[in-house]
């Protein structure tokens, strides 16, 4: 009864508790101090005072009270009695399962001491047997064992008369090791027996071994003064390290402490010195011993230039470079001087081909990384306000890092053409093609990081190291303006000047081969970066035409037109647009140049497009019969566009301030129109539509250059949305300065939004 | 206004946003379109190209009684169509039959065969199996998605079933899948859906913000191509969702609509806001993988994907249809309601 948990009601639970304390041995434990509470609580508790509580009782209540309380009691006390009974009657289940347990056990435990006997028995038996068989065969044991030992006696002695001719064989096959073996392990038997049984097989042996003795001499002194050279190789290896350490410190006086300047470079030259002495006069010693010191000689390069590419992957100024292809030239040249048959110069010269070529590689990675690095910042810091410029600040930041960059890689590389060793004089035409083709895919690689940087090609990016800091999602606008006009700045300038340098200093070359032409096309890199520039610069566009995309359809998808209720002030949707507006021109003004077009446009569009055709019709016929009017507002709508010149709408875009915004406000404007022929309005909604384009009037037509094509676009608006409107009655002119001139002011108070 | 194009024209009385293709004619190329005004009497026009291919004759004019949102052609019944209509507040949705020997009558009446009435929100369209025969059809508006099954002889259509399309998702519209009669992309604001007919569940989706309109090759299974606003066209393969296969650049301005030739392989047509008509040819290889698309790009960049640009319009380009008797013709209409059919055939011989 007790088993399960959940929550009782407080008659259950106090029949419980009473039932645990009349189990329980110790009545202290129960908790209620009688003197604490109240007398009518006592009754559970173990120096409960009938008589008092009876008193107290009949003193305080009633007697519907006594009476309720007479039933309750009689009824908790019935409770009780079936609780107790119930728990007796389990006790008893319980202890009648017990003495079941108990009599199966009785019974079971009979059988088994006959079993215990029997088993006993039998074990007695197996062991007996066991012993019998043991003795049988324990005869034949013994004679098989001493059949064994005589085998292997014979087998020795077999090995000793062998031994002689064995040795001849190691002898002749120069597995001297092997003989020397056989020899130690012959030795003791020779010791005990020598003089008598073995006598002759003794003296053969030894003289073999004394063979051995010898041709061992001579090897051994080989190898070890080939371990000797190997040795110092592996101390110039060293040194080479020291040397590295050394064209350091020339610019990095940080280091002066860790290296000591006990060890200049003459003490490398030195030990060279000593390994050519040494490999010349082993020559002399070991005449045939050419093969093993080529490779040694060669071995040393190898690792020289292993040195020199971990070096250079250190990012390191061509000084620094020259200054340890110096230093290996040297020890070339003079170890050509002992082993002129591992011709090792043209060893060299392939080493340090590669060598130079992941030089001039790493050198455009690293400049690839400065320029990322200096587009980046814009990124980086956009909130820090500090600069008024931030755009501006990257841009020059980067244009500078692009010019300047490419004008100290190259100086870097004259310096390696200028140097007079003559491992650099034979690889310069190799040289100048690398730098060559490393400007080639220099700007290609640029290219694609831009595109990359915009954000634009965010598909193929896994390949990309130079990306993981670049959060695709979160380009800004103004880091693609700022890609555009780098990609023209490249084009225009960087170009034309590397273009200049390289024909200056890295002319020639031809090591590629005439049909392939020279390595570097300016051409082509300036057709990749026009049309970058034009994308980057489209892109820009987009991404803010976006922005107010999502603004607009915000704006248009919310509210229901049909029901819309009449104006009251122009909708806040306008001051957001002309902030983004205002936005787009802080950035453009800051990265593009002034357009020069801006009194040509707009005296030409002056005179052909006078009045937009709309402002008759917003004129005249919107106070006519809502009948007649559809019609004719269409045909008038053909024929003014029959009679009057096609506004550009979609013009070309330049890399000018003026064209930039122009175009971007067209874009935005023609989206309105979209907008508002997706949706249907009532009377309110289309004058709420004229109201809000009659602001956007002025502050557009102030910062944009087409006046003409903004004008008509803003008609348009107005004509679709009076064509989308069920009743198109404009609001009086009135009405709509006041609402307007109202908006102005309230716009001027907090932060003045219109110029 | 002809201005040297080479397009046949036809001018509609009012502004007009839909043209379809009368598949079910095999006799001629026709087209079918209807006018969008809020306050006049729309019309539905039935277009034919005269044998010779120089003239667009009106074949039948009547009269719709509501402005007209989207309209297609019943693909087995050259004389069935479906509308979407709007009176200003409220939504309609119906499936009209062309009267018999219209051409005796003075003023023929379209005859209502079934309205889709179950729709309480903006009605976006009307989809008929593009493939063939079938007795369903989808309607999909604001926020749910019909199956419609239709009985043309009883003049009688029936919810099949329905599905809400989830909150905060806005459909816009959608396509039907002609190599799958249970597959059914339905575009809403910030992806392309994609729905199983049998089980009404959505089974996969492309996640991309602002499409307007999405189109099926018709030839090649699983191959979606797709219009955005402002980021161009994208053609998808549906079995890897998450990358594009190829990106057109699309419109000056928004690209509205955009579907793939019924026949030639990669010819895709989009029109935009811009006032233009884009002809594309991206043809898309079996080993055209998304990551290999450094190798791709460089001869996709060497040959322009657009094949041309028909500019010659006055205003907006909406609505957008091959014609799948003659694959190489297409008709193009622009919101003052003039009906361009063009031919492509100077094109081809390119490919």
Same mark, same amino acid.
């Given at each position: 009864?007790?088993?399960?948990?959940?929550?009782?009601?407080?008659?259950?639970?106090?029949?419980?508790?009473?039932?645990?304390?009349?189990?329980?041995?110790?009545?202290?434990?129960?908790?209620?101090?009688?003197?604490?509470?109240?007398?009518?609580?006592?009754?559970?508790?173990?120096?409960?005072?009938?008589?008092?509580?009876?008193?107290?009782?009949?003193?305080?209540?009633?007697?519907?009270?006594?009476?309720?309380?007479?039933?309750?009691?009689?009824?908790?006390?019935?409770?009780?009695?079936?609780?107790?009974?119930?728990?007796?009657?389990?006790?008893?289940?319980?202890?009648?399962?017990?003495?079941?347990?108990?009599?199966?056990?009785?019974?079971?435990?009979?059988?088994?001491?006959?079993?215990?006997?029997?088993?006993?028995?039998?074990?007695?038996?197996?062991?007996?047997?066991?012993?019998?068989?043991?003795?049988?065969?324990?005869?034949?044991?013994?004679?098989?064992?001493?059949?064994?030992?005589?085998?292997?006696?014979?087998?020795?002695?077999?090995?000793?008369?062998?031994?002689?001719?064995?040795?001849?064989?190691?002898?002749?096959?120069?597995?001297?090791?092997?003989?020397?073996?056989?020899?130690?392990?012959?030795?003791?038997?020779?010791?005990?027996?020598?003089?008598?049984?073995?006598?002759?097989? /003794?003296?053969?042996?030894?003289?073999?071994?004394?063979?051995?003795?010898?041709?061992?001499?001579?090897?051994?002194?080989?190898? /070890?003064?080939?371990?000797?050279?190997?040795?110092?190789?592996?101390?110039?290896?060293?040194?080479?390290?020291?040397?590295?350490?050394?064209?350091?410190?020339?610019?990095?006086?940080? *280091?002066?402490?860790?290296?000591?300047?006990?060890?200049?470079?003459?003490?490398?030259?030195?030990?060279?010195?000593?390994?050519?002495?040494?490999?010349?006069?082993?020559?002399?010693?070991?005449?045939?011993?050419?093969?093993?010191?080529?490779?040694?000689?060669?071995?040393?390069?190898?690792?020289?230039?292993?040195?020199?590419?971990?070096?250079?992957?250190?990012?390191?100024?061509?000084?620094?470079?020259?200054?340890?292809?110096?230093?290996?030239?040297?020890?070339?040249?003079?170890?050509?001087?002992?082993?002129?048959?591992?011709?090792?110069?043209?060893?060299?010269?392939?080493?340090?081909?590669?060598?130079?070529?992941?030089?001039?590689?790493?050198?455009?990675?690293?400049?690839?990384?400065?320029?990322?690095?200096?587009?980046?910042?814009?990124?980086?810091?956009?909130?820090?306000?500090?600069?008024?410029?931030?755009?501006?600040?990257?841009?020059?930041?980067?244009?500078?890092?692009?010019?300047?960059?490419?004008?100290?890689?190259?100086?870097?590389?004259?310096?390696?053409?200028?140097?007079?060793?003559?491992?650099?004089?034979?690889?310069?035409?190799?040289?100048?093609?690398?730098?060559?083709?490393?400007?080639?895919?220099?700007?290609?690689?640029?290219?694609?990081?831009?595109?990359?940087?915009?954000?634009?090609?965010?598909?193929?990016?896994?390949?990309?190291?130079?990306?993981?800091?670049?959060?695709?999602?979160?380009?800004?606008?103004?880091?693609?303006?700022?890609?555009?006009?780098?990609?023209?700045?490249?084009?225009?300038?960087?170009?034309?000047?590397?273009?200049?340098?390289?024909?200056?200093?890295?002319?020639?070359?031809?090591?590629?081969?005439?049909?392939?032409?020279?390595?570097?096309?300016?051409?082509?890199?300036?057709?990749?970066?026009?049309?970058?520039?034009?994308?980057?610069?489209?892109?820009?566009?987009?991404?803010?035409?976006?922005?107010?995309?999502?603004?607009?359809?915000?704006?248009?998808?919310?509210?229901?037109?049909?029901?819309? /209720?009449?104006?009251?002030?122009?909708?806040? &949707?306008?001051?957001?647009?002309?902030?983004?507006?205002?936005?787009?021109?802080?950035?453009?003004?800051?990265?593009?140049?002034?357009?020069?077009?801006?009194?040509?446009?707009?005296?030409?569009?002056?005179?052909?497009?006078?009045?937009?055709?709309?402002?008759?019709?917003?004129?005249? *016929?919107?106070?006519?019969?809502?009948?007649?009017?559809?019609?004719?507002?269409?045909?008038?709508?053909?024929?003014?566009?029959?009679?009057?010149?096609?506004?550009?709408? &979609?013009?070309?875009?330049?890399?000018?301030?003026?064209?930039?915004?122009?175009?971007?406000?067209?874009?935005?404007? /023609?989206?309105?129109?979209?907008?508002?022929?997706?949706?249907?309005?009532?009377?309110?909604?289309?004058?709420?539509?004229?109201?809000?384009?009659?602001?956007?009037?002025?502050?557009?037509?102030?910062?944009?250059?087409?006046?003409?094509?903004?004008?008509?676009?803003?008609?348009?608006?107005?004509?679709?949305?009076?064509?989308?409107?069920?009743?198109?009655?404009?609001?009086?002119?009135?009405?709509?300065?006041?609402?307007?001139?109202?908006?102005?002011?309230?716009?001027?108070?907090?932060?003045?939004?219109?110029? | 206004?002809?201005?040297?194009?080479?397009?046949?024209?036809?001018?509609?009385?009012?502004?007009?946003?839909?043209?379809?293709?009368?598949?079910?004619?095999?006799?001629?190329?026709?087209?079918?379109?209807?006018?969008?005004? +809020? %306050?006049?009497?729309?019309?539905?026009?039935?277009?034919?190209?005269?044998?010779?291919?120089?003239?667009?004759?009106?074949?039948?004019?009547?009269?719709?009684?509501?402005?007209?949102?989207?309209?297609?052609?019943?693909?087995?019944?050259?004389?069935?169509?479906?509308?979407?209509?709007?009176?200003?507040?409220?939504?309609?949705?119906?499936?009209?039959?062309?009267?018999?020997?219209?051409?005796?009558?003075?003023?023929?009446?379209?005859?209502?065969?079934?309205?889709?009435?179950?729709?309480?929100?903006?009605?976006?369209?009307?989809?008929?199996?593009?493939?063939? %025969?079938?007795?369903?059809?989808?309607?999909?508006?604001?926020?749910?998605?019909?199956?419609?099954?239709?009985?043309?002889?009883?003049?009688?259509?029936?919810?099949?079933?329905?599905?809400?399309?989830?909150?905060?998702?806005?459909?816009?519209?959608?396509?039907?899948?002609?190599?799958?009669?249970?597959?059914?992309?339905?575009?809403?604001?910030?992806?392309?859906?994609?729905?199983?007919?049998?089980?009404?569940?959505?089974?996969?989706?492309?996640?991309?913000?602002?499409?307007?309109?999405?189109?099926?090759?018709?030839?090649?299974?699983?191959? +979606?191509?797709?219009?955005?606003?402002?980021?161009?066209?994208?053609?998808?393969?549906? %079995?890897?969702?998450?990358?594009?296969?190829?990106?057109?650049?699309?419109?000056?301005?928004?690209?509205?609509?955009?579907?793939?030739?019924?026949?030639?392989?990669?010819?895709?047509?989009?029109?935009?806001?811009?006032?233009?008509?884009?002809?594309?040819?991206?043809?898309?290889?079996?080993?055209?993988?998304?990551?290999?698309?450094?190798?791709?790009?460089?001869?996709?960049?060497?040959?322009?994907?657009?094949?041309?640009?028909?500019?010659?319009?006055?205003?907006?380009?909406?609505?957008?249809?091959?014609?799948?008797?003659?694959?190489?013709?297409?008709?193009?209409?622009?919101?003052?309601? %003039?009906?361009?059919?063009?031919?492509?055939?100077?094109?081809?011989?390119?490919?």
């Amino acid at each position: 009864m007790g088993t399960d948990d959940v929550p009782l009601d407080d008659k259950a639970k106090r029949m419980r508790d009473l039932l645990s304390s009349f189990y329980s041995p110790d009545p202290s434990s129960t908790p209620n101090a009688p003197s604490k509470y109240g007398i009518l609580d006592a009754i559970n508790t173990s120096s409960f005072d009938p008589d008092q509580y009876m008193n107290l009782l009949v003193q305080k209540s009633n007697l519907e009270a006594l009476l309720q309380r007479h039933v309750e009691m009689a009824a908790e006390i019935k409770n009780l009695d079936t609780d107790l009974q119930m728990l007796v009657y389990e006790n008893y289940n319980k202890f009648i399962s017990a003495t079941d347990a108990i009599k199966r056990m009785k019974s079971n435990i009979i059988g088994m001491e006959g079993n215990m006997q029997q088993l006993l028995d039998k074990i007695m038996s197996v062991q007996s047997r066991s012993d019998g068989v043991n003795t049988s065969l324990f005869e034949k044991r013994e004679h098989i064992e001493k059949l064994h030992r005589t085998r292997n006696l014979l087998r020795k002695v077999q090995f000793i008369y062998d031994l002689p001719a064995r040795l001849g064989r190691c002898i002749k096959s120069e597995a001297y090791a092997d003989a020397v073996k056989f020899y130690t392990g012959a030795m003791p038997i020779f010791k005990v027996y020598g003089d008598s049984s073995f006598q002759d097989c /003794k003296r053969a042996s030894e003289e073999a071994v004394a063979i051995i003795v010898k041709n061992l001499q001579v090897d051994s002194l080989q190898a /070890k003064l080939l371990e000797k050279l190997e040795q110092s190789l592996g101390d110039l290896r060293l040194k080479t390290d020291e040397i590295e350490n050394v064209s350091l410190e020339s610019n990095d006086t940080s *280091k002066l402490g860790k290296v000591s300047d006990s060890i200049p470079t003459t003490a490398h030259e030195a030990s060279v010195r000593e390994f050519a002495e040494a490999i010349r006069a082993y020559r002399v010693i070991f005449p045939d011993s050419e093969r093993q010191l080529i490779t040694l000689a060669e071995d040393l390069v190898i690792k020289h230039f292993e040195m020199t590419k971990q070096y250079i992957k250190r990012r390191i100024s061509s000084a620094n470079l020259l200054g340890v292809l110096r230093t290996i030239w040297a020890d070339v040249l003079l170890m050509d001087e002992v082993l002129c048959e591992a011709v090792l110069p043209d060893f060299s010269l392939e080493a340090a081909k590669d060598a130079v070529k992941l030089y001039v590689a790493r050198t455009f990675t690293y400049l690839l990384q400065d320029i990322s690095d200096a587009l980046l910042k814009v990124n980086v810091k956009p909130k820090e306000a500090a600069e008024e410029h931030p755009l501006q600040v990257a841009l020059e930041a980067s244009k500078k890092a692009v010019l300047q960059g490419s004008m100290d890689v190259l100086l870097d590389f004259r310096q390696l053409l200028d140097d007079d060793l003559g491992l650099l004089v034979k690889l310069r035409d190799f040289i100048i093609d690398w730098v060559q083709e490393g400007f080639q895919d220099f700007f290609r690689a640029l290219d694609d990081h831009f595109l990359l940087l915009s954000g634009r090609k965010n598909l193929s990016s896994q390949d990309h190291g130079l990306t993981e800091g670049v959060h695709v999602e979160k380009v800004l606008a103004g880091l693609v303006l700022v890609l555009a006009q780098l990609s023209v700045f490249i084009e225009q300038t960087a170009i034309p000047r590397i273009t200049e340098e390289i024909a200056a200093s890295f002319s020639g070359g031809g090591a590629r081969g005439y049909e392939n032409g020279p390595a570097f096309v300016p051409g082509e890199i300036c057709r990749i970066f026009r049309s970058a520039g034009e994308k980057l610069l489209h892109h820009y566009i987009n991404m803010r035409t976006q922005k107010v995309s999502t603004l607009l359809r915000k704006r248009f998808t919310t509210p229901n037109w049909v029901k819309h /209720k009449e104006p009251r002030e122009v909708h806040m &949707f306008v001051d957001l647009f002309l902030q983004e507006s205002k936005a787009i021109g802080c950035e453009v003004n800051q990265i593009l140049p002034q357009g020069h077009l801006r009194k040509h446009r707009r005296s030409d569009s002056n005179g052909s497009t006078t009045s937009s055709r709309s402002n008759p019709l917003r004129d005249d *016929k919107m106070s006519r019969s809502n009948t007649q009017r559809a019609r004719s507002q269409l045909l008038e709508t053909h024929l003014a566009k029959l009679f009057k010149q096609k506004v550009e709408i &979609f013009t070309k875009v330049e890399h000018t301030q003026e064209s930039v915004i122009t175009t971007t406000v067209k874009l935005c404007l /023609k989206s309105l129109q979209e907008f508002v022929r997706l949706q249907t309005f009532n009377r309110s909604g289309f004058q709420q539509i004229q109201l809000d384009i009659q602001f956007l009037r002025t502050p557009l037509k102030e910062s944009v250059e087409d006046e003409a094509a903004i004008d008509f676009l803003l008609d348009e608006v107005i004509v679709a949305a009076s064509e989308r409107c069920l009743d198109p009655i404009p609001l009086e002119p009135p009405i709509l300065d006041r609402l307007i001139q109202a908006k102005l002011v309230k716009s001027k108070e907090p932060n003045p939004i219109t110029p | 206004m002809q201005g040297g194009s080479s397009g046949i024209g036809y001018g509609l009385k009012y502004q007009a946003r839909c043209i379809s293709d009368v598949k079910a004619d095999t006799d001629h190329t026709s087209f079918i379109t209807g006018t969008l005004s +809020l %306050r006049e009497e729309n019309e539905v026009h039935l277009i034919r190209l005269s044998s010779g291919g120089t003239e667009l004759i009106c074949e039948g004019l009547f009269s719709h009684p509501n402005e007209i949102w989207d309209l297609s052609s019943c693909p087995f019944d050259q004389r069935i169509f479906s509308t979407v209509f709007s009176t200003g507040e409220s939504y309609g949705a119906a499936i009209w039959q062309i009267p018999e020997l219209y051409g005796q009558l003075n003023s023929p009446q379209l005859e209502r065969i079934a309205s889709l009435d179950a729709h309480v929100g903006k009605i976006n369209c009307v989809l008929w199996w593009p493939s063939g %025969r079938h007795d369903k059809l989808i309607s999909i508006d604001d926020e749910n998605l019909f199956l419609w099954s239709l009985d043309c002889s009883k003049k009688a259509a029936q919810v099949q079933s329905k599905e809400s399309s989830g909150m905060l998702h806005y459909l816009s519209g959608g396509a039907w899948d002609p190599h799958d009669v249970n597959a059914v992309a339905a575009t809403c604001e910030s992806s392309v859906q994609f729905w199983d007919l049998r089980t009404m569940k959505k089974t996969s989706a492309i996640e991309r913000a602002h499409i307007r309109n999405a189109n099926y090759d018709m030839k090649k299974k699983h191959i +979606l191509v797709t219009a955005e606003d402002e980021s161009g066209i994208h053609i998808w393969d549906l %079995r890897k969702p998450k990358i594009p296969v190829k990106e057109l650049p699309g419109h000056t301005h928004w690209t509205w609509a955009v579907t793939c030739n019924p026949e030639y392989d990669g010819l895709i047509l989009s029109a935009g806001t811009d006032s233009t008509v884009n002809l594309w040819l991206a043809p898309i290889s079996a080993g055209d993988e998304p990551n290999s698309e450094g190798i791709a790009e460089s001869p996709t960049q060497q040959a322009d994907p657009l094949l041309n640009s028909y500019s010659d319009y006055e205003d907006s380009v909406y609505g957008l249809a091959w014609s799948s008797r003659e694959p190489w013709i297409f008709a193009s209409l622009s919101y003052d309601g %003039r009906v361009v059919v063009e031919s492509i055939k100077p094109f081809l011989s390119r490919k």
